[in-house]
């Protein structure tokens, strides 16, 4: 465990080290290191499929389901599209060094800057993509980049970050640039959440239980991501043909993923017509747990508890509960959500209105899906995560999201 | 504990209660809020007095210091410049509700709008201006306040809160807009930093060690103000007469604060010149503590040990060190600085732009004092104060610093 300790620790002084010349480098230089990944990818595919190959026998072995198992595999093509993301995040507009400049009475020129956050650090899961995808947005944005990927996926991690690393040098940037945690065991997660000094903002992505633990336990910073209780509204005025498919779009489009909606609210005015009918339009597919009110007009599901309303299930189940007003809505939401997305179906103007301004998320819809939250949705080209946190960064995160700001002032011998 | 607990969570729920009104408010009402604090603040001044005078006679009592007795004491003109400074935050830009438009190719309309944190909690030390300071920052952005003062300041604390909540109501706001935690335990304010779903961001103000225990206590997001071991680099290339005003301007003009300068890393081109020169123009008001170098030129003075380069004194002591380079004196300050207020003197133009992008500060200063590193300095009309952080705010904190940003998406039944 120390050694293990020790070795995280010399990592992440390497990956703060690095910072300056990463910062250092021009746009240009950050964006043909990209396009040297990309090529780096392309010729190294070979040898990608090979150690990919070592996880997904050992994966099999240990008996990891199918869908984790395809979460893990990589393929030509799925190694091809890593490669274009390389590309797209190379053509992306450069945040670093834009600003504002002010001078002031005293003559001092302030210059705000955009500048990197420094050392990046990132903890995920199976995916041997978001290897590849965080690098490209760190050093995109001149940051140096530390990352620790989940055990299935260690050996496409290795060869993935090495062939990078050499892109890298090529491009003339410190292969410390992006460096893997060679470790999968949990000491050197929790080892890199303390490496306070080293490690400027530590971003975890994957399940819940991930993000929970490092939010709990990280003494670096955190941009907190992805926990997503969502819910649809479906108000007295909806039109209800468009509630229909936008509840059932919202649930059931994708229900693995944080902006899927988790509870149905019903305003009890249209509840006799609008329930039945999506009872019909989703039986067989999904299942529904009610309140005491829903299950009058549909006896035939199971009750909703308390727990229903506060879990995000991720799976093709939805709570539905009866509400009076939009009031009663907001308080439940208020109470139930974690400020990711949540959605009004309504042609009332004032109940809009006041379902936006009262709604505290992220992102808050009227008559549209809660899955538009996203950053290529959102139209923003890239996306390091939905951010569920108010400081920093809310919802869909771009890259300037990986930013900070400095002021640099210029003076000719002021003094207070 | 445990009902001092229970009645820090009734506060903070009343406090999370009131935020959905007081966002709601318009600019004008709460800027109109603002002009009627001030009005509440000098009709009620006999009353501060009063209350205040059991606070200064208490703290005679217990024997606190002239200097932290002076912070605590009210006069005719103190109460009347918290009033000014009420007046003067009415009339600041109002932040909140700009923001940016999109239309996303399938019709989403998606605004992008600056709204309230929500539940703004403050602690501090003795300075009962604190109270109205924040109460100002907080109304004017649409915020929600919970404040917890000093034991010091209790009772003047407590008729200050009392005034500006009748101001509240007069103004349409709910009077739970700003509350104050009756209690000065430190279990009130430890159960303040656990409020979490509460309190929307906690910012501490005060001195170090008040700081450092919110910052590693917290449950809460926290914005860490104002540790700052600031340093002034004079450069073999100085204007030796301008690095003697700059060194002395950024350590005595006033020592006690964040931006004071505490370390002088001196070029050894030019030690032999400029530090006899700094120690004659400043001997008998300024101790100096050198590295063995240093010592050689000025053999009179006491030895800096690692633990000096650590210190901010807040005090009329100056750390000095010899460094043969810009980047040995970078280097100093990426172990030693706090990220606050760095300035090098130079008329190298090479050397004064390889230390504003090298060295990872809030505010880098060239051929100026550390000094300016302020609100008001800066020309942001308010200050919440020095932010040492990176994320979500860095240096000068205005008025933008207590708002976020939410997405307000309006559709036509879209689906994905």
């Keep these: 465990m120390n050694e293990i300790r020790d ?44 150690e990919n190959g070592i996880d997904l026998a050992a994966a099999q072995e ?52 955009r500048v990197p956050l420094g050392l990046v650090a990132m903890i995920y899961e199976a995916r041997p993509n978001v290897t590849v995808d965080a690098a490209a947005l760190c050093v995109r944005t001149g940051n140096a980049a530390v990352l620790r990927g989940g055990r299935e996926a260690i050996h496409s991690n290795t060869v993935l ?8 040098t090529k491009a003339g940037l410190p292969r410390t640039g992006v460096q893997l945690i060679p470790f999968t065991e949990r000491e050197s997660a929790t080892a890199l959440m303390e490496m306070r000094g080293y490690v400027d903002v530590l971003i ?31 108000d007295e005025y909806a039109d209800i043909e468009m509630a229909l498919r936008i509840v059932e779009n919202a649930k059931m489009q994708r229900p693995s993923v944080c902006n899927a909606a988790e509870t ?11 329930l039945p009918a999506f009872r019909a339009r989703t039986r067989g ?8 009110r829903t299950r009058a007009i549909l006896p035939d599901i199971e009750s909703a508890t308390e727990l ?36 009004i179906v309504t042609r009332s103007l004032e109940h809009a209105a006041a379902f936006q301004a009262g709604v505290d998320a992220a992102a808050v819809y009227v ?43 210029e003076g000719n011998g002021q003094i207070r």
Excluded: W
């Design 367 to 409: 008559n549209a899906s809660t899955r538009f939250t996203d950053g290529g949705e959102f139209g923003f080209g890239a996306e390091i995560g939905i951010s569920t946190q108010k400081l920093h960064a809310r919802g869909p995160m771009g890259l300037a999201a990986l930013t900070t700001e400095k002021y640099l002032i």
């Design 161 to 168: 970050t090495s062939l990078l690393q050499d892109a890298l």
């Design 7 to 50: 070795r995280v620790e010399e990592i992440c002084r390497a990956g703060a080290a690095a910072r300056r010349e990463m910062a250092a480098a021009s746009g240009q230089v950050r964006s043909q290191a990209l396009v040297l990944m990309a090529k780096a990818l392309r010729d190294g595919s070979a040898q990608i499929l090979e």
């Design 62 to 113: 240990s008996g990891l389901s199918e869908a984790m198992c395809d979460r893990l595999r990589l393929t030509g093509e799925r190694i091809e599209s890593m490669a274009q993301a390389l590309l797209h995040v190379a053509g992306l507009e450069d945040p670093i060094g834009s600003g504002s400049v002010t001078t002031r009475p005293n003559g001092l020129v302030i210059r705000r800057v």
């Design 204 to 234: 975890p992505r994957g399940g819940k239980g991930l993000i929970r633990s490092v939010v709990e336990q990280a003494r670096v910073p955190v941009i907190e991501t992805g926990a997503g209780n969502c819910h649809v509204y479906v």
């Design 264 to 274: 149905l609210l019903c305003h009890s005015a249209v509840a006799e017509t609008f």
């Design 285 to 292: 597919r999904l299942t529904l747990r009610g309140c005491e």
């Design 308 to 343: 229903d309303y506060e879990t995000e299930y991720n799976d093709y189940i939805l709570a539905v509960r009866i509400v009076d007003s939009p009031e009663e809505a907001m308080a439940h939401i208020a109470r139930y959500g974690t400020g990711h997305s949540e959605a």
